[in-house]
């Protein structure tokens, strides 16, 4: 039978981009819809190795991604915000979770394509409500992701009848190893799993490919998925990058367990769903991510010392949550939990510094790590805002404060102005991102006026929370200082502006770098005058307290 190659293969790969886009556009409006919330829900997973798989497991099954499941996880574990062993058991569920997608597409719902299409666009285009809106665009793209699956069904059909594909076919059947090789390059390159499976199961529909054959892709297919994560740990933390490869070598020892029993493993999968080679490879994934993790479970944390031995280094991770105030002082000891809550505030003043540091080193030096770092710290920053908030509000409550209302809402104040210095610096990195993705060029004269500026604004920031240390050496003459600097700082902003003009004017500045330009000094304008309320509120407290 003769086969026309050139529109086999733009037939094919018109559905495969179909299909990753399906899955792509259904996958990143899940995310939309509930990642915040899965992202806070595994952020917050106890220390239960078993709870960890079975979380990350669903997560991954609900926004359909494994891969946006360990990036997620790279993030946590980076902020400080999830230890080593508890992100090994998150990646062995978000490897059961995307055998979900399998799952889905064995049942070969091609006939709901089209109507889902429909279905989805109508409440994209109709609906005011961004929430409505996701949805719409899941629903599309379940329809997108079954229309391509479809159109790569029909486009492999003749390749059944072809002689030097089936040796093909053979030649990976009788090697698995060639087959692992495959099936990680292929998900490698398409940087999606579940597009690697779906590739198979159209073609074990069309009877195109063994199960023989098909099953080493598929284990491969596990080892590529891995490369996600590796690309995202790069230029961050070392307890990330181990996370990172603990994924790597979990799914790498699982390969070589199952590769040995091949035989035996294709005989188990065959007798799951006799008739349908589409449900047999759905089946083989789910069968394999659950035996692994089972299998490898007890070895947790084995595993968390194996990586960090392989990737040596100290670690130097974010505290996440209040270091400090306790419930317990609420009752027991009121006046101390005040003093806790000063003490609280020293280390979230000390964070927004070292943030905006970072924030302002990443956009001179176009240091991407720094940049992240600036990113964590925020996150640490406003956590404490909002237990220090609730702190505060249940100790006003409280019958035993000792405290006026004046003097905590004071440490209210200060809580807030802390939070919005570290949103500026936020600002400030997300600038300096700008910069440095759009290579906006910076004179030699500009930089020297940002590093002017910044130097005096880090100076005031220093000093006004070095009144919150509450050791004794509180002086009323640094507020005064702080305020000189800020009228300084308020002084300078203009002459900055005012330089900045006449290069744009004289055509010494880029127009594009000219309004990050002006957007740092803003942001560093006011870091200094949250610097200079922090000075007074502080005084303010120390005179209401003598």
């Known amino acids: 039978?003769?086969?026309?190659?050139?529109?086999?293969?733009?037939?094919?790969?018109?559905?495969?981009?179909?299909?990753?886009?399906?899955?792509?556009?259904?996958?990143?409006?899940?995310?939309?819809?509930?990642?915040?919330?899965?992202?806070?829900?595994?952020?917050r997973i106890t220390s239960n190795p078993v709870l960890a798989v079975i979380t990350g497991a669903v997560v991954t099954a609900v926004i359909q991604s494994s891969s946006a499941t360990t990036v997620m996880v790279v993030g946590l574990v980076s902020a400080g915000l999830m230890t080593l062993p508890q992100a090994i058991g998150v990646v062995m569920g978000a490897n059961i979770g995307t055998s979900f997608t399998a799952q889905l597409i064995a049942f070969n719902l091609g006939d709901l394509s089209l109507p889902a299409i429909f279905i989805g666009s109508f409440v994209i285009l109709f609906s005011e409500r961004r929430s409505a809106r996701n949805v719409g665009q899941a629903i599309m793209g379940f329809g997108l992701l079954f229309l391509g699956l479809s159109i790569m069904t029909d486009a492999v059909a003749p390749l059944r009848y072809q002689q030097g594909f089936q040796n093909l076919v053979l030649r990976i059947a009788d090697k698995p190893v060639w087959g692992v090789v495959v099936g990680a390059g292929m998900t490698a390159l398409l940087q999606s799993s579940s597009g690697t499976i779906g590739i198979l199961q159209g073609f074990a529909q069309q009877e195109v490919i063994t199960l023989t054959a098909a099953l080493p892709?598929?284990?491969?297919?596990?080892?590529?998925?891995?490369?996600?994560?590796?690309?995202?740990?790069?230029?961050?933390?070392?307890?990330?990058?181990?996370?990172?490869?603990?994924?790597?070598?979990f799914n790498l020892v699982g390969a070589v367990l199952f590769v040995a029993i091949m035989p035996a493993f294709a005989g188990v999968i065959v007798r799951t769903a006799p008739l349908s080679p589409m449900r047999q490879l759905a089946n083989a994934h789910t069968f394999f991510n659950v035996t692994n993790a089972a299998v490898q479970l007890p070895f947790i944390y084995l595993l968390a010392r194996v990586v960090t031995f392989l990737v040596p280094g100290e670690v130097t991770e974010l505290q996440y949550g209040p270091q400090f105030i306790s419930d317990n002082l609420l009752i027991r000891a009121p006046e101390m939990a005040l003093e806790q809550v000063r003490r609280e505030l020293v280390r979230m003043g000390a964070l927004a510094t070292e943030m905006l540091e970072d924030a302002m080193t990443a956009f001179f030096e176009e240091d991407n790590r720094r940049r992240e770092d600036a990113f964590r710290r925020e996150e640490v920053i406003n956590d404490l805002e909002k237990a220090i908030t609730r702190y505060l509000v249940r100790l006003s409550e409280s019958e035993h404060a000792p405290a006026s209302s004046r003097e905590i809402n004071l440490l209210l104040n200060i809580t807030n102005d802390i939070e919005r210095v570290g949103d500026h610096a936020e600002n400030i990195a997300e600038l300096s991102e700008e910069k440095f993705d759009n290579r906006l060029p910076f004179s030699d004269q500009a930089t020297a006026d940002a590093q002017q500026m910044y130097t005096r604004v880090k100076q005031a920031l220093e000093q006004a929370c070095s009144l919150l240390q509450a050791d004794g050496d509180y002086s009323s003459d640094v507020p005064e200082s702080v305020l000189c600097i800020e009228e300084g700082i308020d002084e300078l902003e203009e002459q900055?502006?005012?330089?900045?003009?006449?290069?744009?004017?004289?055509?010494?500045?880029?127009?594009?770098?000219?309004?990050?330009?002006?957007?740092?000094?803003?942001?560093?304008?006011?870091?200094?005058?949250?610097?200079?309320?922090?000075?007074?509120l502080v005084q303010e407290f120390e005179e209401n307290r003598q």
């Open 1 to 43: 039978m003769d086969v026309d190659l050139t529109a086999l293969i733009i037939t094919f790969f018109g559905g495969l981009g179909m299909f990753l886009f399906g899955i792509r556009f259904m996958s990143r409006s899940l995310q939309e819809a509930a990642g915040q919330k899965l992202r806070s829900v595994l952020g």
């Open 217 to 249: 892709v598929l284990i491969g297919d596990n080892l590529g998925t891995t490369i996600t994560a590796l690309l995202a740990s790069l230029g961050t933390s070392i307890t990330a990058r181990r996370a990172a490869l603990s994924h790597l070598l």
């Open 496 to 536: 900055l502006r005012g330089r900045h003009i006449a290069r744009l004017n004289s055509g010494k500045c880029y127009p594009e770098s000219g309004v990050v330009f002006l957007d740092l000094l803003s942001n560093l304008e006011r870091v200094a005058d949250h610097t200079a309320s922090i000075a007074y």
